[in-house]
């Protein structure tokens, strides 16, 4: 195998990488048998200093105007320094070709070893053409669109030369206030997995120049912040831990996932970024994890504030014993891990641990073979906005999109001869649709729902914005302040509707108000929007909500009230062109619900695969208040897991089980009749669900296993078929390990987690 020397390259270094004992300059290198990616990597680690070393595992944020002068003192010129003594591991938040390719070229052309550096972004849902958040995302239920969306992600990132995202977020959340919601796929860990992996395979596919590597975050436990507030304490019993909060995650590694992320909250006590148990136990111990993990933004220094670590040094300490590989932005490792090293506080064996697994990552991303891979700035103008990217967020918007109610078949529009009026100020927004976590979307890029509406040319459409949503200047990293008092514009909303034939409002949350450190402690429709539905229902009784928003929203006078509502989440940039395709019926709805939707705060969190309890209310009798219930509301939400309706509508029948049990080495089918009863084709998910009657611990009253996104003509019936087998029963026991136990279960088939058809099994083994 011949390897052509770049001319950038330390030959010493390249030869050290590729296993030779030669030095020389030649263009021409013979590889021996043992160049493998690992003899590879520990053949740079033998060439490094400790000082290098450590500088792998370190990560700055971008410091300094790379087309302007060298910084000259201060902590800019620092990090400078740093960077051409090769002491920078990594760099976020540099992005464009010029600049990356110019900071690469200080670290493959003036350091000593000339190892590349890795460049990370948090590319969330899109670049610069932004899809779907994903929580809506996770709403199609459809894994390829899924997969797709992250694959548009990847290559307008690496074409503006990136080359590390950190994403996916594969938090299980089940609580609505807590503002990341939006960066997941809801409440249940199986569904949490399957999009994980989706994720995981669309950011990295191949490692090509058209792929980044994906960062899995955040481990472990975040969304499980007590009272839903962002950065809180959690904590949970170790069997909620493995058995709701770590499958997804253990998903995403198996799908391949190149990079961890810490979490900010501790776990029994200790911080996640200095948790031995999460990343050397689990992670890189029971699964077997090859990659780094990387902590979050500070979170390091942060566990001086926790009270976990007495100074920086001592986190430094305490984070790299505990399995950490990367330190973003605490200057921990770079500022003590020499000195912990000589005082015998962290083995140099555990720098090189993270080391290896750093240079793994890089040569697995092929930035040793070609350090300017991503710097391509033909392919960055040529890439960046692609018409196919547009059609591939508006395909995926389209697929996110809920339909909540549909009384007397409001919808869809007709498409000639109506007057619509539109009413909301989010109707004729441009900017909030892209949701949060759109670091490099421009504002004012969003189609609006007003503009996709009036590409349909056969209806009369009046717009009145009615009122502000927010008031002042709304960036990232700043307070959302809500109108709560202005009204003056609901008499021209109110004219508006009195004159329309339909009206269509769009209602919700700015696109600002979720994501990370957005918690809310009231998740009902935002300031004085509510009020201006009510005066407009008050004189159109054909009135259409559309949902703007980023979690789950409480609705009761909208679903009492309103004939049609639909949940149309923060869509991207062409939001309006998707959410108008819906309304008039060239797209039917498909989507479901990745989480509950609560009637109250106080019931918060609410999640379909509850525990039982030991008085759960079935049977109770209903003047006995000694079961497990609220004295004002019902138990149930509002809309649950799982739903959503369709222009078509489908009927289950005949749940059939290939057997009525089985054992350790065999499996069950089970299979389901839907038929399309309408006179529109339709997609319907067909949903599995089990329950474990009795275990070791005990186990929720239902839980997803299986599901599928079926295309099903008017009139036309469906056997769906699934199959359950050990590892569909298995959990985390009273053994503290995986397993399946011998029992009885429920199956349980529908169209959402409220299910239609049961029957049940039984496994031994």
């Known amino acids: 195998m011949n390897y052509t020397l770049p001319k950038y390259f330390s030959a010493a270094l390249l030869a050290f990488a590729l296993g030779c004992a030669t030095t020389n300059t030649t263009k021409t290198v013979e590889v021996s048998q043992q160049s493998d990616t690992d003899r590879r990597v520990d053949s740079v680690l033998n060439l490094m200093t400790l000082q290098e070393k450590i500088g792998q595992m370190n990560q700055y944020n971008g410091f300094w105007e790379v087309t302007g002068p060298a910084p000259r003192g201060g902590a800019a010129a620092m990090k400078y320094d740093q960077l051409k003594k090769g002491m920078v591991g990594s760099m976020l938040n540099v992005y464009g070709t010029k600049d990356v390719r110019a900071l690469q070229k200080i670290a493959v052309e003036e350091t000593r070893l000339g190892i590349p550096v890795i460049f990370g972004l948090d590319v969330i849902h899109g670049y610069k ?109 170790d069997n909620t831990l493995h058995n709701i909060i770590l499958p997804p995650f253990k998903a995403a590694s198996d799908a391949g996932a190149l990079t961890f992320m810490n979490s900010f909250n501790e776990l029994e006590g200790i911080p996640a970024t200095g948790n031995a148990y999460l990343q050397k136990e689990i992670l890189k111990g029971d699964w077997g994890f090859k990659g780094f993990i990387v902590t979050d933004w500070g979170s390091m220094g942060e566990m001086i504030t926790h009270g976990y670590a007495a100074n920086l040094k001592d986190a430094a300490m305490k984070a790299a014993n505990a399995g950490n590989d990367m330190d973003m932005e605490s200057e921990g490792y770079v500022k003590h891990l020499e000195a912990l090293v000589k005082e015998g506080k962290v083995s140099e064996e555990r720098i090189n641990d993270a080391v290896r697994r750093i240079l793994r990552v890089k040569f697995m991303m092929g930035l040793f073979d070609d350090p300017y891979k991503y710097c391509d700035e033909q392919r960055e103008k040529t890439t960046i906005g692609k018409k196919e990217f547009h059609d591939g967020v508006l395909d995926m918007a389209k697929k996110s999109i809920v339909l909540l109610k549909n009384n007397n078949n409001l919808l869809p529009l007709k498409k000639e001869g109506q007057k619509i009026a539109v009413i909301g100020a989010l109707a004729n927004d441009k900017t909030s649709p892209l949701g949060n976590w759109r670091i490099n979307g421009d504002d004012g890029t969003a189609v609006s729902v007003l503009e996709g509406l009036q590409h349909y040319k056969g209806n009369t459409i009046t717009y009145a914005k009615g009122a502000d949503v927010v008031v002042g200047t709304t960036t990232f990293g700043t307070e959302v302040h809500i109108n709560t008092t202005d009204k003056s514009g609901f008499n021209e909303a109110v004219q508006a509707a009195k004159a329309a034939d339909i009206v269509v409002m769009v209602i919700g949350e700015y696109g600002l108000q979720t994501g990370e450190g957005r918690s809310r402690s009231k998740i009902d429709i935002p300031g004085v929007q509510e009020e201006l539905l009510k005066a407009v229902f008050e004189v159109n009784k054909n009135v259409v909500v559309v949902l703007n928003n980023g979690r789950p929203l409480i609705l009761n006078w909208e679903a009492e009230n309103v004939p049609a509502i639909v ?37 918060l969190p609410i999640y379909y695969n509850h525990k039982n309890t030991g008085r759960p209310g079935n049977g109770q009798p209903t003047e006995s208040v000694f079961w497990s219930h609220y004295g004002d509301i019902d138990n149930a939400p509002l809309y649950p897991f799982g739903y959503g309706l369709s222009y078509s509508s489908f009927a289950y029948s005949n749940l ?7 054992n350790k080495n065999g499996q069950i089918t089970v299979s389901v009749d839907v038929k399309n009863t309408s006179n529109r084709d339709g997609k319907e998910v067909v949903q599995l669900y089990l329950r474990d009657m ?14 599928e996104l079926a295309e099903i003509k008017a009139g036309e019936t469906k056997t769906i078929t699934f199959t359950i087998s050990e590892k569909d029963i298995a959990f985390y026991t009273a053994n503290k390990i995986w397993e399946a136990e011998p029992g009885e279960f429920d199956v349980f088939v529908g169209g959402s987690s409220q299910t239609v058809l049961e029957s049940s099994f039984t496994y031994t083994n």
């Open 129 to 237: 053409t932004i899809s779907p958040i994903p929580l809506a995302e996770a709403a199609s239920w459809d894994m390829e669109a899924i997969q797709k969306s992250a694959e548009i992600a990847a290559a307008e990132a690496a074409a503006a030369g990136i080359n590390w995202t950190f994403a996916p977020m594969v938090d299980v959340s089940r609580d609505a206030r807590w503002g990341r919601v939006m960066e997941g796929a809801g409440e249940d860990p199986y569904f949490n997995s399957r999009v994980a992996e989706a994720r995981v395979k669309g950011f990295q596919g191949n490692l090509d120049e058209f792929h980044l590597a994906a960062c899995v975050k955040h481990f472990a436990g975040y969304a499980f912040a007590e009272a839903g507030r962002d950065y809180n304490t959690v904590d949970i019993s």
């Open 567 to 603: 949940e149309a989440w923060h869509l991207g940039t062409e939001s309006g062109n998707a959410i108008a395709q819906v309304l008039y019926g060239d797209y039917n709805p498909s989507g479901k619900l990745p989480m509950s939707f609560p009637k109250a705060v106080g019931q």
């Open 694 to 707: 009795v275990g070791s611990v005990t186990r929720p009253v239902k839980e997803l296993k299986g599901f």
């Open 656 to 662: 059939t089980l290939s057997s009525n049990s089985f």
